[in-house]
């Protein structure tokens, strides 16, 4: 695995969890919670862009906090990552996090 593709899987991992919550079928219990609301369409989409919003920081802080870049609990350190195969992961995650969570579309 690259850095590349360990941003990509956090990325894809946002996605999916939006999804699940925002979906009609959901089988989630934050989807159950958010359908009970009954929210008028436009209600639902500013809810969907406060999660949207909320998630991406939370998954950028996450990884910019393993690469070293920013704080996890009030403390900064670079975190050694490697995969399975033993590939640095960490040390290039800030430039490929910054491009999925805040690049252009």
């Known amino acids: 695995m690259t850095p ?3 941003v990509k899987t ?3 991992e946002k996605e999916d969890l939006l999804r699940a919550y ?4 959901t089988e989630t219990n934050v989807g159950e919670l958010i359908k009970s609301l009954n929210l008028t ?11 949207d919003s ?9 990884l ?23 590939n640095q992961l960490s ?5 490929y996090a910054y491009e999925y969570f805040h690049g252009e579309d």
């Open 10 to 12: 956090f990325y894809n």
């Open 22 to 25: 925002l979906s009609q079928d």
């Open 41 to 51: 369409d436009q209600q639902f989409e500013i809810l969907k862009k406060v999660l």
């Open 64 to 86: 910019l906090g393993l690469d070293g870049c920013a704080s996890i609990g009030g403390i900064q350190e670079m975190y050694e990552l490697r995969d399975e195969n033993g």
């Open 4 to 6: 590349e593709e360990f």
């Open 91 to 95: 040390g290039d995650i800030e430039g």
């Open 54 to 62: 909320s998630f991406t920081d939370i998954f950028y802080t996450i």
